[in-house]
C-alpha cells in the first residue's frame, strides 16, 4: 500500500480498462493459446482483430523487393541516414505515399494532403493526441454504441476527457439517429459537461457495418449545428468487401451539403487492419484545421514511427501495382472468409448482424443465454472461454446496451482452425439447447466431472471433426 501511495493518482486509478472482460478474454487465452499440434485442447483467440488473410501478399512483396528491408538504394546503404535523427514530421516519401494509398482505399473520390498528415504511433496514439488537442479534462465527446472498449483507455485514462455514449439498438440495426444524437447531447448538458465533438468509427468496430449517405448527413449537420467537432476513425476504411461501399466523411459533396466547416472534421487511419501490420505502429492523423495539425505535430515526439518502418513502407505503397492488386485481393478474401463464418453460424442455428467491412461479425447469442441480463451474458462468455475454449468479447465489453451480442473475430486465424471454431460451436450450441428442453428429455444422470475434464473432452469431440465444413 505505501508503494502505491508513491506513485500518481492517474497511474493507480482504475480508468485504463484492463479489467473489462474484452482484454481479460485475452490474458486467459495467453496462458492457454490452441496450437494443433502442441496444445489441439487450448483456446482459439477470436477476440482480436487482426488481418491474417493477405499476409502472403506482403511476404511476397519483401521477397521480390528485398533492397526495401535492407536500406540500399542504387547500390549505396541508407542505414546511417535511417539510424540518425529524423524530423518528427516524418519522412516525405512516406506521407507522400501514404496520402495516395489513403485516397485509393476511399476510391481516389479524396484527395489527401500529405503536408495535412501526422504521423502516431497507431490509431491509439492519434485518438489520444487529438482528445489532449480538443478537450480539456471533464469535457466530453460523444461516442455511439457498441463501441471499441480502447476508447475507455485512449480517450480518457490520460487526457481526463468523459464519454457520454450514444445509445443505439438492434432494432435499426444500431443505426445512429438524429433523436439518438440529441438524447446524448442533453444527457451531457443535464450533467454539466461541456460537449467538444462526436466520434464515430467508420466502417464500425464491432458491428461490421459502414455508415449510409443519410446517417453521415445527420451527424455532420448535427455536428455543424453545434459547432463542435467530429473525429471519423476510419482505420477499416480497407476492408469493405461489399455494398454499400465506404463514404469517407472527407468528400467533398458530402461536406458541402451538410454546410459543415472542414475545420471540424479530423480522420484518424493507421496500417494495423487493411494491410495487417499492428506491431509496425504506425497510425497517422488528418486535419484541415491549421491550429490542430500544428498541435498534434508537436504532440507527435511523444510516440513516433520509426524511420526505418516509414522507409520500408514507402517502398511498398509507392508500388501502384501491389497496392491496387492487395485493396481488391484483401476485401476478395475477407468477403469469401466472412461468408464461410456466417454460413456456418447459420448452420448452428446463430444469427450476425448484415455486415459488409470489419474482420468480424456482431453476432446474436442472446437465445443461448440463461437469464436476458448482462449477468447471463457474462456466464455465458465465461462458458465460451472455458469449456468450448473460444474467446470471443462480450458485448458488454462494447458498453452495448442489450445483453447476448457478442464480437467474434474471422480473419486471424487459418480455414483450418476457423472450421474447428465452428465445430466447437456447434457442439456447445446443441448441448445447450438440449438442456433447454429442446431436445428429448435426458436419460439417467451421469456421474459428475471435474471442469478440466469436462472442457478437454468437448475440445477433443469437436477438433476430431475438424474436417467437417459448415
Known amino acids: 500500500m505505501a508503494a502505491q501511495g508513491m506513485l500518481s493518482r492517474k497511474i493507480t486509478c482504475n480508468s485504463h480498462g484492463e479489467d473489462s472482460s474484452y482484454f481479460l478474454g485475452w490474458k486467459e487465452y495467453e496462458r492457454n493459446p490452441y496450437d494443433e499440434t502442441n496444445n489441439p485442447t487450448g483456446i482459439i483467440q477470436m477476440g482480436l482483430a487482426e488481418n491474417q488473410l493477405s499476409f502472403d501478399l506482403l511476404e511476397t512483396w519483401l521477397s521480390k523487393n528485398p533492397k526495401a528491408a535492407t536500406f540500399m538504394n542504387n547500390g549505396s546503404s541508407l542505414f546511417k541516414h535511417m539510424a540518425l535523427f529524423q524530423d518528427y514530421h516524418g519522412l516525405p516519401s512516406f506521407k ?133 467537432h467530429l473525429i471519423c476513425d476510419e482505420i477499416y476504411s480497407g476492408t469493405v468487401f461489399s455494398s454499400p461501399s465506404f463514404i469517407s466523411v ?133 462458458k465460451m472461454l472455458h469449456h468450448v475454449g473460444i474467446n470471443i468479447s462480450p458485448g458488454s465489453s462494447f458498453h452495448c446496451s442489450e445483453p447476448g451480442w457478442f464480437r467474434v473475430c474471422f480473419a486471424n486465424m487459418s480455414e483450418k482452425v476457423l472450421s474447428i471454431s465452428l465445430q466447437r460451436i456447434k457442439i456447445f450450441v446443441k448441448q445447450s439447447r438440449d438442456k433447454q428442453g429442446k431436445a428429448p428429455a435426458m436419460g439417467p444422470t451421469k456421474p459428475a466431472v471435474s471442469r478440466k475434464s469436462l472442457f478437454t473432452r468437448w475440445i477433443s469431440r469437436a477438433d476430431s471433426a475438424e474436417s467437417e465444413r459448415f
Request: contains cysteine; proline residues 3%.
Open 250 to 382: 472527407t468528400e467533398e459533396a458530402l461536406l458541402a451539403e451538410c454546410n459543415v466547416s472542414k475545420d471540424c472534421i479530423h480522420i484518424v487511419y493507421s496500417l494495423s487492419k487493411d494491410l495487417g501490420l499492428p506491431g509496425f505502429r504506425v497510425g497517422v492523423i488528418y486535419t484541415c484545421n491549421d491550429h490542430v495539425l500544428a498541435a498534434a505535430t508537436k504532440m507527435s515526439s511523444f510516440g513516433l514511427v520509426s524511420s526505418q518502418t516509414q522507409y520500408l513502407l514507402s517502398k511498398m505503397l509507392s508500388d501502384k501495382k501491389f497496392t491496387a492488386n492487395y485493396i481488391a485481393e484483401n476485401r476478395t478474401r475477407l468477403r469469401l472468409r466472412q461468408k464461410q463464418f456466417v454460413s456456418g453460424l447459420k448452420r448452428c442455428g446463430i444469427g450476425c448482424l448484415k455486415s459488409n467491412a470489419g474482420l468480424f461479425c456482431w453476432v446474436d447469442l442472446s437465445s443461448l443465454l440463461e437469464s436476458p441480463t448482462f449477468e447471463g451474458e457474462m456466464q455465458l462468455w465465461m
Open 96 to 228: 507522400k505515399a501514404l496520402a495516395e494509398f489513403m485516397g485509393e482505399i476511399r476510391g481516389n473520390r479524396v484527395k489527401i494532403d500529405a503536408e495535412r498528415l501526422v504521423l502516431t504511433a497507431g490509431a491509439t496514439s492519434a485518438n489520444e493526441t487529438l482528445m489532449f488537442c480538443l478537450a480539456e479534462p471533464g469535457e466530453a465527446f460523444l461516442v455511439p454504441t457498441p463501441y471499441y472498449p480502447g476508447f475507455d483507455r485512449d480517450l480518457k485514462w490520460r487526457t481526463g476527457a468523459e464519454i457520454i455514449p450514444i445509445h443505439c439498438h438492434s432494432s435499426n440495426g444500431f443505426q445512429l439517429t438524429e433523436a439518438s444524437l440529441r438524447e446524448a447531447y442533453d444527457d451531457a448538458v443535464n450533467r454539466k459537461m461541456k460537449v467538444k465533438g462526436v466520434l464515430v468509427t467508420n466502417p464500425s468496430n464491432p458491428l461490421g457495418t459502414t455508415m449510409s449517405s443519410s446517417s453521415l448527413k445527420v451527424l455532420l449537420t448535427f455536428v455543424g449545428a453545434k459547432g463542435i
